[in-house]
């Protein structure tokens, strides 16, 4: 046993839990209740009181556990060699309630803000009749907001999770039982068509009761892909055309005559079919599988949606003059019986032209398809111009209200999604370019050994390459196998994947695959290596009197060592005279990604996020000297340990400059079906990252002043203590990779088909080669959490200790950031978050799994005490004693229900104790894997 405290590691909900606010809360509790209650009793019913019983049991001792009334172990000795057969449904019952309980919160906080709403109190911030407010104030004239927002673009970027898995019956099931309670809420007891909302209720619990929450097989990307498309006919296809449509007219409304936003502000993108760093699975078939789905989930939207206008634009040339256009578009059609339809003749020539595109474009045809024999769209541009006619002919004679409905929402629609949906990103590592080209070189007799090169002489031999028009390989080289004179696997697969992409834009357009990501960018060839690729697709073309590529290559700096170097790199580049015609040809605009995991990974929370932050502030520097425009993409996980957190607050945590009107950030994992799953709180989170885009473009957010430079230069001594205080546990403890995977379910991420992607870059056990979505994962499943909070506390005791100012005064410093620079009380408010969701008690059983004492000791007491120095220094630097003081959503979460997670862990250790000893039961597999699922659906944000 691992001797700890478990009142001094009990959760952090327990001991500084408050009851401010109670009454507000009750609302959600009796939802809660229940819902809980009619999961219980569906639990009995299908599966007998024994189950139902030990369900209870279990319940109820999470909450002495709680309430500390017994110990741990008291709790784990009630699954001790519990029979799989009953373990299952306890880990099924727990990890339903956790998705129940997810609803209760989400309908809470509606209620609450709809609360405020009825109040009159003022705008919420992030919301974006706050930020209006906002800019109104600072009374910005319209010359500074039309530069500001030229090219503006906001663009979440949805990525494949292997947690996010949950069959599309759960996830329509979870959107029912939302409207349901949404109805209950409003204090219904039935629905429109007279139903009992209670049976609703029970009827749908049942359904998800009786539905396997995880597949079998293992997740294929094909899988991913499905998943991924989702949520646009789920929320986005009403959603993104909505926000869109209002923040162009509040803008222009506030700057006339700017011509503000004449593109779409928020454009979605996906890396799920596109990102091979690490993943052999994604080859150029499934490139083309991500385009083409993407294409027909666009393409069957809009032909749905001209099949409802049609009935619904009934208008009669007897009774309406319509426009001389829109009766040029309806000639198309000569049906007799709407020869006085001329909407409907013109809706009819639109979709018969659709249908069209889709038989040229498409390899499947959706439905509400009409063969009129037309031709087919070119561009979306076209579609887009026959709408417009049908919208300026309705305006003619007063049918403002009409064309503002479902027809406005299609043209915005059409303007944001085109014919591709959603840009798809190429991702892949620098390392594997290097291998390409290399071969390519030598194939071509331009180069026998390319890897041999320094990197000068490598810039000079790629720029050369670059400046011609002769591809280095031909059909010979990719038809014939490597015995006979061919290429390897790895380069035809590379040169396929390019290949696929450049048919997916000249299918779709040019935004179906807009980005060229390259991992672990250290380098300018590794910038021109991704170039020679493109090019050898044709896609990429700087010989010629005006250079052209659709697709912009975009260097991702991942490790701290990288984002420190990555201002120089940017610089090389740009200084590159092709390279730099090429960025004057896309606008004069660069995209760099920042990568939060892997920087995190290597130095740990505090040392990466400044690392970021100080990575920002020298790339604006580079680009605002070099006269171009750039964007970051922010590589965020779900999980506070990989960028993480609140978008809000993290967007106006960046430095200055560092948002110009663009931003865009991935979005992983859990969190994806809790912003984006129903369009409620898909417009919430998608009006706070349009919110927080305006406010860091044009107002001054960051607050530092003339205190910038001693700010920044007290942040990289704090920051320097923490990567060591990291570096002594996670790079330098013997044993410590050891550790980890005993103590966590890390292996098992990798053996029980979780995901599509393999869990590590290499088939090594080293956490340099370990993905950062299993690394913290394992953590969170722990309930360590270590990548959000680790080192911190260290750093900030040896900093106040070592100055020569006093104590007193190093802590009046720190306590003044807080207040004042929103970077850092965003980094110790979600420091604060992740350490509301460890609990170390729980965490102690974990490492009972590692079989070495010594070991266990050795890396498990560092933990604890880091743990502990941590929330000290939190309440030190902050004044708050409550963890949560800032964060009163998540406190409500803490305590009313996750103690409900209690059973999950203890039942994941005892089945990672039998899978380990050799027990290969089928249903211990899937136990494991059901624990994983139900803990990330429960913490919502674990990978």
Same mark, same amino acid.
């Given at each position: 046993?691992?001797?700890?405290?478990?009142?001094?590691?009990?959760?952090?909900?327990?001991?500084?839990?408050?009851?401010?606010?109670?009454?507000?809360?009750?609302?959600?509790?009796?939802?809660?209740?229940?819902?809980?209650?009619?999961?219980?009793?569906?639990?009995?019913?299908?599966?007998?009181?024994?189950?139902?019983?030990?369900?209870?049991?279990?319940?109820?001792?999470?909450?002495?556990?709680?309430?500390?009334?017994?110990?741990?172990?008291?709790?784990?000795?009630?699954?001790?060699?519990?029979?799989?057969?009953?373990?299952?449904?306890?880990?099924?019952?727990?990890?339903?309630?956790?998705?129940?309980?997810?609803?209760?919160?989400?309908?809470?906080?509606?209620?609450?803000?709809?609360?405020?709403?009825?109040?009159?109190?003022?705008?919420?911030?992030?919301?974006?009749?706050?930020?209006?407010?906002?800019?109104?104030?600072?009374?910005?004239?319209?010359?500074?907001?039309?530069?500001?927002?030229?090219?503006?673009?906001?663009?979440?970027?949805?990525?494949?999770?292997?947690?996010?898995?949950?069959?599309?019956?759960?996830?329509?099931?979870?959107?029912?039982?939302?409207?349901?309670?949404?109805?209950?809420?409003?204090?219904?007891?039935?629905?429109?068509?007279?139903?009992?909302?209670?049976?609703?209720?029970?009827?749908?619990?049942?359904?998800?009761?009786?539905?396997?929450?995880?597949?079998?097989?293992?997740?294929?990307?094909?899988?991913?892909?499905?998943?991924?498309?989702?949520?646009?006919?789920?929320?986005?296809?009403?959603?993104?055309?909505?926000?869109? &449509? %209002?923040? /162009? !007219?509040? #803008?222009?409304?506030?700057?006339?005559?700017?011509?503000?936003?004449? =593109?779409? @502000? $928020?454009?979605?993108?996906?890396?799920?079919?596109?990102?091979?760093?690490?993943?052999?699975?994604?080859?150029?078939?499934?490139?083309?599988?991500?385009?083409?789905?993407?294409?027909?989930?666009?393409?069957?939207?809009?032909?749905?949606?001209?099949?409802?206008?049609?009935?619904?634009?009934?208008?009669?040339?007897?009774?309406?003059?319509?426009?001389?256009?829109?009766?040029?578009?309806?000639?198309?059609?000569?049906?007799?019986?709407?020869?006085?339809?001329?909407?409907?003749?013109?809706?009819?020539?639109?979709?018969?032209?659709?249908?069209?595109?889709?038989?040229?474009?498409?390899?499947?045809?959706?439905?509400?398809?009409?063969?009129?024999?037309?031709?087919?769209?070119?561009?979306? &541009? %076209?579609? /887009? !111009?026959? #709408?417009?006619?049908?919208?300026?002919?309705?305006?003619?004679?007063? =049918?403002? @209200? $009409?064309?503002?409905?479902?027809?406005?929402?299609?043209?915005?629609?059409?303007?944001?999604?085109?014919?591709?949906?959603?840009?798809?990103?190429?991702?892949?590592?620098?390392?594997?370019?290097?291998?390409?080209?290399?071969?390519?070189?030598?194939?071509?007799?331009?180069?026998?050994?390319?890897?041999?090169?320094?990197?000068?002489?490598?810039?000079?031999?790629?720029?050369?390459?670059?400046?011609?028009?002769?591809?280095?390989?031909?059909?010979?080289?990719?038809?014939?196998?490597?015995?006979?004179?061919?290429?390897?696997?790895?380069?035809?697969?590379?040169?396929?994947?390019?290949?696929?992409?450049?048919?997916?834009?000249?299918?779709?357009?040019?935004?179906?695959?807009?980005?060229?990501?390259?991992?672990?960018?250290?380098?300018?060839?590794?910038?021109?290596?991704?170039?020679?690729?493109?090019?050898?697709?044709?896609?990429?073309?700087?010989?010629?009197?005006?250079?052209?590529?659709?697709?912009?290559?975009?260097?991702?700096?991942?490790?701290?060592?990288?984002?420190?170097?990555?201002?120089?790199?940017?610089?090389?580049?740009?200084?590159?005279?092709?390279?730099?015609?090429?960025?004057?040809?896309?606008?004069?605009?660069?995209?760099?990604?920042?990568?939060?995991?892997?920087?995190?990974?290597?130095?740990?929370?505090?040392?990466?996020?400044?690392?970021?932050?100080?990575?920002?502030?020298?790339?604006?520097?580079?680009?605002?000297?070099?006269?171009?425009?750039?964007?970051?993409?922010?590589?965020?996980?779900?999980?506070?340990?990989?960028?993480?957190?609140?978008?809000?607050?993290?967007?106006?945590?960046?430095?200055?400059?560092?948002?110009?009107?663009?931003?865009?950030?991935?979005?992983?994992?859990?969190?994806?079906?809790?912003?984006?799953?129903?369009?409620?709180?898909?417009?919430?989170?998608?009006?706070?990252?349009?919110?927080?885009?305006?406010?860091?473009?044009?107002?001054?957010?960051?607050?530092?002043?003339?205190?910038?430079?001693?700010?920044?230069?007290?942040?990289?001594?704090?920051?320097?203590?923490?990567?060591?205080?990291?570096?002594?546990?996670?790079?330098?403890?013997?044993?410590?990779?050891?550790?980890?995977?005993?103590?966590?379910?890390?292996?098992?991420?990798?053996?029980?088909?979780?995901?599509?992607?393999?869990?590590?870059?290499?088939?090594?056990?080293?956490?340099?080669?370990?993905?950062?979505?299993?690394?913290?994962?394992?953590?969170?499943?722990?309930?360590?959490?270590?990548?959000?909070?680790?080192?911190?506390?260290?750093?900030?005791?040896?900093?106040?200790?070592?100055?020569?100012?006093?104590?007193?005064?190093?802590?009046?410093?720190?306590?003044?950031?807080?207040?004042?620079?929103?970077?850092?009380?965003?980094?110790?408010?979600?420091?604060?978050?992740?350490?509301?969701?460890?609990?170390?008690?729980?965490?102690?059983?974990?490492?009972?799994?590692?079989?070495?004492?010594?070991?266990?000791?050795?890396?498990?007491?560092?933990?604890?005490?880091?743990?502990?120095?941590?929330?000290?220094?939190?309440?030190?630097?902050?004044?708050?004693?409550?963890?949560?003081?800032?964060?009163?959503?998540?406190?409500?979460?803490?305590?009313?229900?996750?103690?409900?997670?209690?059973?999950?862990?203890?039942?994941?250790?005892?089945?990672?104790?039998?899978?380990?000893?050799?027990?290969?039961?089928?249903?211990?597999?899937?136990?494991?894997?059901?624990?994983?699922?139900?803990?990330?659906?429960?913490?919502?944000?674990?990978?």
């Amino acid at each position: 046993m691992v001797e700890v405290s478990d009142t001094a590691l009990a959760p952090i909900g327990a001991v500084q839990r408050t009851l401010v606010g109670r009454e507000a809360t009750e609302p959600m509790r009796a939802d809660i209740r229940l819902l809980g209650a009619i999961l219980g009793d569906t639990v009995r019913e299908q599966n007998g009181d024994e189950v139902f019983d030990l369900v209870e049991r279990a319940r109820v001792e999470s909450f002495r556990v709680r309430r500390s009334e017994i110990d741990r172990a008291d709790m784990a000795r009630l699954f001790s060699g519990l029979d799989i057969h009953r373990a299952i449904p306890v880990i099924r019952a727990f990890s339903h309630f956790a998705l129940l309980a997810n609803v209760a919160e989400d309908i809470h906080r509606e209620r609450r803000r709809a609360v405020h709403v009825a109040a009159g109190d003022p705008p919420q911030d992030s919301s974006l009749a706050a930020t209006y407010a906002k800019l109104e104030a600072a009374e910005l004239d319209s010359a500074t907001v039309a530069d500001a927002l030229r090219g503006a673009l906001v663009s979440p970027v949805i990525t494949a999770h292997p947690t996010e898995t949950r069959r599309r019956t759960v996830f329509v099931t979870q959107h029912r039982i939302t409207e349901l309670m949404r109805l209950h809420a409003d204090g219904r007891t039935e629905t429109a068509d007279g139903r009992s909302i209670e049976r609703e209720l029970r009827r749908h619990v049942l359904t998800l009761w009786q539905t396997a929450l995880i597949r079998l097989s293992r997740l294929k990307i094909s899988d991913e892909i499905e998943v991924g498309l989702r949520y646009y006919p789920a929320a986005l296809f009403e959603v993104i055309p909505q926000v869109n &449509a %209002e923040v /162009r !007219a509040a #803008l222009r409304a506030r700057w006339p005559g700017t011509d503000l936003l004449s =593109g779409p @502000l $928020l454009q979605p993108g996906s890396w799920i079919g596109g990102d091979r760093d690490g993943n052999p699975n994604v080859t150029a078939d499934v490139v083309r599988l991500a385009t083409g789905s993407a294409a027909f989930t666009a393409l069957a939207h809009y032909l749905s949606e001209l099949t409802h206008l049609e009935q619904e634009l009934s208008m009669s040339a007897r009774l309406v003059r319509v426009t001389d256009a829109l009766a040029a578009l309806a000639d198309g059609c000569r049906e007799q019986a709407r020869a006085d339809e001329p909407y409907r003749r013109a809706l009819r020539v639109i979709r018969g032209r659709l249908t069209a595109t889709t038989a040229h474009i498409l390899d499947r045809r959706p439905q509400h398809g009409l063969d009129l024999g037309l031709a087919p769209y070119g561009t979306p &541009a %076209e579609l /887009r !111009a026959d #709408l417009d006619t049908i919208d300026a002919s309705l305006r003619s004679h007063g =049918g403002a @209200l $009409l064309a503002d409905d479902r027809l406005a929402l299609l043209r915005e629609g059409v303007h944001a999604f085109g014919f591709h949906l959603c840009g798809l990103d190429l991702r892949q590592n620098s390392d594997v370019h290097e291998q390409v080209v290399a071969e390519l070189l030598a194939w071509a007799g331009v180069h026998p050994d390319y890897g041999s090169l320094p990197e000068q002489e490598r810039v000079a031999l790629l720029a050369g390459e670059l400046a011609t028009r002769r591809p280095l390989v031909g059909e010979r080289a990719l038809g014939a196998p490597p015995a006979c004179g061919g290429l390897s696997d790895l380069a035809r697969g590379e040169l396929g994947v390019v290949a696929a992409a450049a048919h997916a834009i000249r299918t779709y357009g040019p935004a179906a695959v807009p980005n060229y990501v390259i991992s672990m960018c250290r380098s300018v060839s590794d910038v021109l290596e991704a170039a020679i690729l493109l090019k050898e697709a044709g896609l990429l073309d700087v010989a010629g009197p005006q250079p052209h590529c659709p697709v912009a290559i975009s260097p991702l700096f991942e490790t701290i060592d990288d984002l420190h170097n990555g201002a120089a790199t940017l610089h090389a580049m740009l200084e590159l005279p092709l390279y730099r015609a090429l960025v004057a040809a896309r606008g004069d605009c660069q995209e760099v990604m920042l990568g939060y995991s892997d920087s995190n990974k290597d130095g740990g929370y505090l040392a990466a996020n400044w690392a970021v932050y100080r990575a920002e502030l020298a790339l604006v520097e580079v680009a605002r000297k070099a006269g171009i425009r750039l964007r970051l993409f922010h590589g965020r996980g779900g999980t506070v340990g990989r960028g993480g957190g609140p978008s809000y607050q993290a967007i106006l945590a960046q430095p200055p400059g560092a948002v110009s009107g663009s931003l865009r950030l991935t979005e992983q994992g859990e969190v994806i079906a809790a912003k984006y799953a129903e369009p409620r709180t898909a417009r919430r989170n998608l009006e706070s990252l349009v919110a927080a885009t305006l406010e860091s473009t044009l107002l001054d957010v960051e607050g530092l002043g003339d205190a910038a430079e001693p700010a920044y230069a007290l942040l990289d001594e704090v920051a320097a203590l923490a990567r060591r205080a990291y570096a002594e546990l996670v790079h330098e403890t013997p044993g410590f990779v050891e550790y980890f995977m005993a103590s966590t379910p890390a292996s098992e991420i990798g053996s029980l088909n979780i995901g599509s992607r393999p869990t590590s870059r290499k088939p090594t056990s080293s956490i340099a080669d370990l993905r950062a979505i299993p690394w913290v994962l394992a953590w969170s499943q722990s309930r360590v959490m270590l990548p959000g909070w680790y080192g911190t506390g260290t750093a900030f005791e040896r900093w106040i200790a070592a100055g020569p100012e006093t104590q007193d005064e190093r802590v009046r410093a720190l306590h003044d950031l807080y207040r004042r620079w929103p970077f850092f009380r965003s980094v110790l408010s979600n420091m604060a978050q992740v350490l509301a969701k460890s609990d170390l008690g729980l965490a102690a059983r974990y490492a009972e799994l590692v079989d070495d004492e010594s070991l266990r000791h050795r890396v498990f007491d560092k933990i604890v005490a880091e743990h502990q120095r941590t929330i000290a220094m939190h309440k030190l630097i902050t004044g708050q004693g409550d963890l949560l003081a800032d964060n009163p959503a998540l406190a409500r979460s803490v305590f009313n229900r996750f103690p409900y997670l209690e059973p999950l862990n203890h039942l994941q250790v005892e089945l990672l104790r039998r899978y380990r000893c050799g027990d290969d039961d089928e249903l211990v597999q899937r136990g494991i894997l059901l624990t994983m699922n139900g803990l990330a659906s429960a913490l919502r944000n674990s990978g």
